[in-house]
């Protein structure tokens, strides 16, 4: 069965350092979106994507965070400069079509910022 | 505004007994509801939706949904809970910006089903 897959699994980094968080959606999808879950917290929704460029954005999604796909497979997410507020999951995924299809999530990267 | 709430923090039940985990949304217009199931360490499984037709939706893993528009209610069910089904559980609804059905997922705080032997 196709999968989302994200890597790393976990990646620690310091503040103020560039991450770069990467998908790989599945194969024929055409909607790419990355969304966070804070420890103990909902998972909230930062960004869509769809041909190659963003459809729709969140409030938290800020000059700090860019979203790429760089060739015709991955999918990734840049936080440029990152805060401690921004350790929590953050989880890929990918759907077929907008509206009532649902999206498939991968795995999730746990991103910790000390 | 889109809102899903999930008013349990925790549903415990036994192994063998039924399950409800409940779920109420506020949408303007007729609403797409999912039901997302994450076990640790794991990303978020898609479980079953409504989009329209029959109220009783079927899913994974045995477990179903009944639409409620009257109540707007979209509860998960399964008549018979088995202590593997213990996980996370996220009711959620695509958000229906003024364009229509956008992609966004807004999601309840999730209910941590925990089911005993």
């Known amino acids: 069965e196709p999968e989302v897959t994200q890597t790393p699994s976990h990646q620690v980094t310091q503040m103020g350092q560039e991450v770069i968080l990467r998908c790989v959606p599945i194969s024929n999808h055409l909607y790419f979106y990355w969304y966070r879950q804070i420890l103990g917290q909902k998972v909230e929704f930062l960004v869509s994507?769809?041909?190659?460029?963003?459809?729709?954005k969140s409030e938290i999604f800020d000059d700090q965070f860019s979203v790429e796909r760089p060739d015709g497979s991955n999918f990734t997410l840049k936080i440029r400069s990152t805060k401690l507020e921004d350790s929590a999951m953050y989880f890929c995924a990918s759907s077929s079509a907008r509206g009532h299809t649902e999206a498939f999530f991968g795995q999730g990267t746990r991103l910790t910022v000390v | 505004a889109q809102s899903v709430a999930q008013p349990e923090d925790q549903v415990n039940v036994a192994e063998g007994n039924p399950l409800t985990v409940k779920c109420t949304y506020s949408v303007s217009g007729n609403p797409y509801l999912f039901w997302y199931v994450q076990y640790p360490n794991r990303g978020l499984q898609f479980l079953l939706k409504?989009?329209?037709?029959?109220?009783l939706v079927k899913g994974s893993y045995g477990f179903e949904a009944e639409f409620n528009k009257s109540q707007t209610s979209f509860h998960l069910k399964k008549p018979s809970a088995l202590v593997s089904d213990s996980a996370l559980y996220f009711c959620?609804?695509?958000?229906?910006?003024?364009?229509?059905?956008?992609?966004?997922?807004?999601f309840g705080t999730g209910t941590l089903l925990a089911v005993q032997p």
């Open positions: 959620a609804v695509r958000d229906m910006g003024s364009g229509g059905a956008t992609n966004k997922l807004i």
């Open positions: 409504y989009i329209t037709g029959d109220n």
């Open positions: 994507f769809y041909n190659n460029e963003i459809s729709e």
